[in-house]
């Protein structure tokens, strides 16, 4: 028995000096291999007598499972040192600055946002987008807008001229979106509610005024739509698309050659500040121009003015989009510098909805 | 158009504020568009000069007691050189401001006196340039009261904003009918009494220009004294800006805003013989009283006597038959002036007058002879004289309009109900005249209103004075489907072309339409029909025939302001000529420095390295996919249009003659044109050349299918000329078995001199995805053999061992 104890004193004290996994498992070996010390113990009970057996069989046994549990254990120090030995070695500096992700890096121009924000609303009240080309007739940006031959109000318009054709007529860059509403009356039959989007050109230049600008026209032609009908589409709008629950609108009389009657609509804010709030304070801004659609138009268009009836508006897409985000100049919107583009653009995924929120 | 308060008040009898009078003018389409109630002239008050002594410590200065009506006399020092005891001026305390030096008061100390408050000049009331001395007021004025009020300065000035169809409105008498007609008041309707005339006008008229000049009357007004104007009327010009000249011309002035009737007055003495209306002469100059010349034609109206032009016709007089204080006998114009032709020659010459603009407008016919009535009565008054008859030529009364008008039409286009009672009323103050009854009515229109045509301008008649804010704002009924779609496919693909070149890193920009001529030729344009007339600059001349000149331009300002790493797109148009179809909808970008799709620039990890063809090329396929393009069946050739550097660029196309898009790198002259610098890269997507794809039935997708068997993977390696397209060779190989290989990537290309001139290695992944059973060893080594023979025929290329 005593050979038995000296044999668990030396295994125990290999298995403690054992400092790696093949070290143990050299132990294991040696002590419960096949040929290993304890194993050889196991064989000699065969040639044992009984009694004998009775004695040795559960020592030798015992020696067995508590060195196979010693291992065990060490394995499983060990192996946990292991790791934690090379955990510690892919040990990484976890300050070191990521790439930024494009999708967060890309920018929507604020012009592109803004019709997709009144996109949004206006297809919520059941109007679709119509476009037309930025090269336009004479007839169609003027004289089927009832601007007669030598109207002052043609020449309020600075318009951008190309050479005479052939026949002595000159192309325009239309100077208004307007000339979209007599394409639509043309091609599609009342009831007609489309918004028009696109780009605009007038000879003028500051600030407030660039060449090229960005309008947004509306068209409503059914047999009904009337001045009630307009002020209630476009304060429905004005309060969806500047995000707050009231606004103060004023309409007022006012004059467009392409609608009679016609009104001016300003919008209630506090300019106080550096920023416009909408919905509070004592000024009056103007916002957009408005009114019955002229019963000259409607002929223009094909239609009978007994018959069908209607009411348009228009206004600069970069004006609104000025005031809802604050860009101070106009200017800068077409000239494409990065810090401009960075600071006032949106996100790809800022996209307006009217479930998730026009803007973020 | 300017006018003050009181002035209104001469026609407008009533009791409403001016804050009520502004709201009303507003709301009825007269656009208040200023209000200046002379507030700032408030604080100064009448005072008298008690004692004036020398400032004990300064030559120039002088110490003033002052009684300004308070009891207690105010000492004031004063630099004024007309400051004397006695003396009547207007006076400001400590804490007033002072506009004309900017200044607000404090009690002063000027060389040890004490000084509380100014005596002042014109200059430091901004009223006059006068600076020479303080104002200096009659003996009698009333000291204590207010200095503003005593010369008439406190009448408040209306600013308001004239829309083209209100040429009624260019008068205040006018203005005073609009709002007699909208509930502010009663207008004092004047009679004008005709003019007690003696004799003949001693000169005739004839007019050659009938078309430009549809009347004419003219008075000579015979031994008149031509002296200022009374004060009332300098004081009314001066509010509105006008400067006083004489009496004679102030009149003039004075009835053009106070009836919107704008005169001329010729020196009789300086006109030679009888007057005709007539066209310029080619070449005919005229010093007007603006003295300037000007160069007249054709198109031109003018008066014209037997010396030559004397007047330009409804825009200015001449300087040589003007008023002056010399004028004895004066011949007073009333004449009515053809709108077009008046705006046109105003606009060619670049004149601008009160005159044109009440002329271009339309001014009412019948009260070309009234007016000159009118006019006569105050040449009478305050210049005395003796009038002759009125020379009256080409005139005609002028015809009225009578528009029919149903009631019904206010509500059908306003939603407004006025009973037929209150419209009447309506139009009747506005001056209309309703005739018959019931419920569609005829209406004939005064002269004055030349912009009413219809019965929606009758409308609008009613609606701007009955108040807009009457109209309660009504719902829009829902429509089941207007037009079925909110966007056209075309507008779903711009914006989602948009959204995804934005989503690779790329910043969206807007840029001119127009842009230089040469760079619009470097693209392919610059055609002659697509140039504007009238630049707005040189280099803003030419419609763009692509979006990358612009692009590239702004990639180099960015790198000029030091942000060379510019990943800029945008979708729009362009043109490829003047026709609607002509304008095409365009995806382009450019990418400038490293401005890679994975970040740019350098980085811990590993640089950015240069822009290159293919990131033009990856930015092309994902502005195509997003748009919805077959990607599947997309072919990629070699080679863009010259502006692209022809071994670096690519064309994308659907079948032989569908091109969807170009990219690549830039021509060296390109860049050299548009004066910038790389690495450059950039591509253009056609978003309307991409077909309009099959409406389906359903929505639903077709049915998965996974397969249990694994797939197996082979690589291949060929060496192949170097001119061997990769995409031919991955064509080849994939044509082995189309069932089985189910993908094919390019994972490897090398080129070196072990394999030879000309020649490089291309190395491919093939997929091979059992279809019903397992493949055996057999199997592959056949497909893979079928690969090998496929690529070898079709490339010339050998399989690498």
């Known amino acids: 028995m005593s050979d038995l104890v000296q044999l668990e004193e030396q295994i125990m004290a290999e298995i403690s000096a054992a400092d790696d996994e093949p070290a143990i498992e050299a132990v294991r070996v040696a002590a419960l291999g096949k040929k290993g010390s304890v194993s050889e113990k196991l064989k000699t009970l065969g040639a044992m007598s009984p009694e004998e057996r009775q004695t040795m069989g559960p020592a030798i046994n015992g020696l067995k499972s508590r060195i196979a549990d010693a291992i065990a254990e060490r394995k499983q120090a060990l192996k946990a040192k292991a790791i934690e030995a090379r955990l510690e070695r892919e040990r990484v500096d976890v300050t070191l600055p990521t790439r930024p992700s494009p999708v967060e890096t890309g920018r929507i121009h604020p012009i592109s946002q803004v019709i997709d924000e009144i996109t949004a609303i206006f297809g919520d009240m059941g109007f679709s987008i119509a476009e ?116 103060k609108m004023r309409f007022r009389p006012s004059f467009f050659p392409f609608t009679e009657p016609s009104l001016e609509v300003d919008i209630q804010c506090d300019r106080s500040g550096s920023e416009v709030k909408f919905g509070e304070g004592d000024d009056w801004m103007e916002i957009l ?51 401009w583009l960075n600071h006032y653009g949106f996100r790809p995924l800022d996209m307006p909805t009217l479930f998730g929120g026009l803007s973020s | 158009m300017k006018f003050t308060l009181s002035w209104l008040k001469e026609h407008l009898e009533t009791d409403a504020t001016l804050e009520e009078i502004a709201e009303r003018l507003t709301a009825i389409g007269l656009e208040v568009e200023s209000i200046d109630d002379k507030a700032a002239l408030k604080p100064f008050t009448i005072a008298r000069v008690l004692s004036a002594e020398k400032h004990p410590d300064a ?3 002088q110490v003033l007691t002052v009684d300004t009506g308070s009891g207690t006399p105010v000492q004031v020092v004063c630099g ?168 004679l011309v102030d009149i003039t002035n004075y009835m053009t805003f106070d009836r919107g009737r704008p005169l001329h007055v010729f020196d009789a003495a300086k006109v030679a013989g009888n007057l005709t209306i007539r066209r310029a002469r080619d070449g005919e100059t005229l010093l007007a009283l603006d003295e300037r010349t000007y160069r007249l034609t054709p198109e031109m109206c003018v008066i014209a006597d037997e010396r030559g032009v004397e007047s330009l016709a409804g825009i200015m007089g001449g300087e040589h038959s003007g008023c002056d204080e010399t004028t004895t006998d004066v011949l007073i114009e009333s004449a009515l002036w053809d709108p077009i032709a008046t705006a046109k020659a105003g606009r060619s010459l670049g004149i601008i007058t009160d005159a044109r603009y009440r002329f271009e407008r339309g001014v009412d016919p019948e009260f070309m002879i009234p007016g000159l009535d009118l006019a006569t009565h105050l040449v009478m008054q305050i210049c005395g004289g003796t009038p002759s008859e009125m020379e009256v030529a080409g005139y005609r009364p002028p015809e009225r309009k009578v528009v029919s008008f149903p009631f019904s039409e206010v509500k059908r286009l306003t939603g407004l109900d006025v009973p037929a009672g209150e419209a009447t009323d309506i139009l009747t103050r506005l001056g209309f005249e309703p005739i018959g009854s019931g419920e569609v009515i005829e209406v004939k229109v005064p ?65 001119w339409s127009f842009i230089p001529e040469a760079h619009a030729k470097a693209f392919g344009g610059g055609a002659a029909g697509l140039k504007l007339a009238n630049p707005i600059a040189a280099d803003m001349s030419d419609m763009r025939p692509s979006l990358l000149p612009g692009l590239l331009a702004a990639a180099q300002r960015n790198t000029d302001r030091g942000f060379g790493d510019a990943a800029l797109f945008e979708v729009s148009g362009t043109y490829e000529s003047d026709a609607p179809d002509g304008q095409r909808r365009v995806a382009g970008g450019v990418r400038r420095g490293t401005a890679k799709f994975g970040g740019a620039s350098r980085h811990w990890d590993g640089a950015a390295k240069p822009v290159d063809v293919f990131d033009a090329k990856a930015d092309a396929i994902a502005a195509l996919e997003a748009a919805g393009a077959p990607v599947d069946k997309l072919q990629i050739e070699p080679g863009g249009p010259e ?44 978003l309307d050349a991409i077909p309009e794809p099959k409406r389906k039935a359903t929505r639903t997708k077709p049915s998965l299918t996974l397969s249990p068997l694994q797939a197996v993977k082979r690589d291949f390696a060929f060496v192949v000329d170097k001119a061997v397209k990769a995409a031919d060779l991955v064509k080849a190989a994939s044509g082995a078995d189309k069932k089985l290989i189910a993908g094919i990537t390019v994972f490897d290309l090398f080129e070196g001199a072990a394999l030879g001139e000309g020649k490089k290695s291309v190395a491919i992944e093939v997929t091979i995805q059992p279809l019903d059973r397992t493949l055996t060893d057999e199997d592959l080594e056949a497909l893979a053999g079928k690969v090998v023979d496929n690529v070898t025929k079709s490339t010339g290329g050998t399989l690498r061992r």
Request: with cysteine; aromatic share 8%.
């Open chain 2, 643 to 686: 502006w692209y550097h022809p071994g670096r660029s690519g064309t994308i196309r659907l079948g032989p003659k569908m091109v969807l898009a170009h990219f690549g790198e830039f021509h060296p002259i390109t860049l050299e044109t548009l004066d910038v610098s790389g690495p450059l890269t950039g591509f253009e997507v056609f």
């Open chain 2, 447 to 511: 002269t004055w209103r030349p912009d009413v045509d219809g019965k929606a301008d009758l409308v609008e008649e009613v609606m701007r004075i009955k108040g807009v804010d009457h109209i309660a704002p009504l719902p829009l009924e829902t429509h089941s489907a207007v037009n079925g779609r909110i966007l056209t496919t075309l507008q779903i693909r711009t914006r989602l072309a948009r959204r995804a070149l934005a989503a690779r890193g790329m910043l969206e920009a807007v840029t």
């Open chain 2, 80 to 247: 004024a050189p007309n400051a004397r005891a006695g003396l009547v001026g207007a006076f400001a305390a400590p804490g007033s401001y002072v506009p004309g030096i900017d200044v607000t008061l404090s009690v002063g100390n000027i060389r040890g006196v004490e000084s509380r408050g100014m005596m002042c000049s014109e200059r430091e009331l901004q009223m006059s340039d006068e600076h020479s001395g303080i104002i200096d007021l009659d003996d009698d004025a009333p000291v204590g009261q207010s200095f503003a009020a005593y010369a008439g300065l406190d009448d408040p000035v209306i600013e308001i904003g004239l829309t083209p169809n209100h040429p009624e409105a260019t008068g205040v008498y006018g203005i005073a009918r609009d709002l007699a007609a909208a509930g502010i008041g009663r207008l004092k309707e004047t009679a004008i009494e005709p003019v007690r005339a003696e004799g003949a006008c001693p000169v005739n008229v004839a007019i050659e220009a009938g078309d430009l000049c549809p009347g004419f009357a003219l008075r000579r007004v015979k031994g008149v004294t031509n002296g200022p104007s009374p004060r009332w009327m300098q004081q009314r010009l001066l509010a509105i800006g006008l400067r006083p000249i004489n009496a």
């Open chain 2, 59 to 61: 030559d120039k200065l």
């Open chain 1, 289 to 339: 121009g408005c009114g019955m659609v002229h019963p000259n138009v409607l002929r223009a268009g094909g239609l009978d003015p007994d018959e069908y009836q209607g009411f348009a508006w228009g206004m600069g897409i970069d004006r609104i989009a000025m005031l809802k985000y604050g860009m101070p100049d106009l200017r800068a919107f077409f000239d494409a510098d990065v810090r």
């Open chain 1, 132 to 247: 037309g080309p930025d090269i336009e007739t004479d007839y169609y940006n003027f004289t089927a807008l009832n601007f007669p031959e030598g109207h002052p109000a043609r020449e309020m318009h600075d318009t951008f001229f190309f050479a005479k054709d052939d026949k002595g007529e000159a192309k325009v860059l239309r100077t208004h979106t307007s000339p979209v509403q007599i394409r639509t009356m043309e091609s599609q039959k009342p009831p007609i509610r489309i918004v028009i989007p696109g780009k605009t050109y007038r000879q003028d230049s500051d600030a407030t005024h660039s060449p090229m600008f960005h309008q947004i026209e509306g068209l409503v032609i059914d047999k009904t739509a009337n001045v009630a009908n307009m002020k209630w589409v476009l304060t429905e709008f004005c309060k969806t698309f500047f995000e707050v629950p009231q606004v």
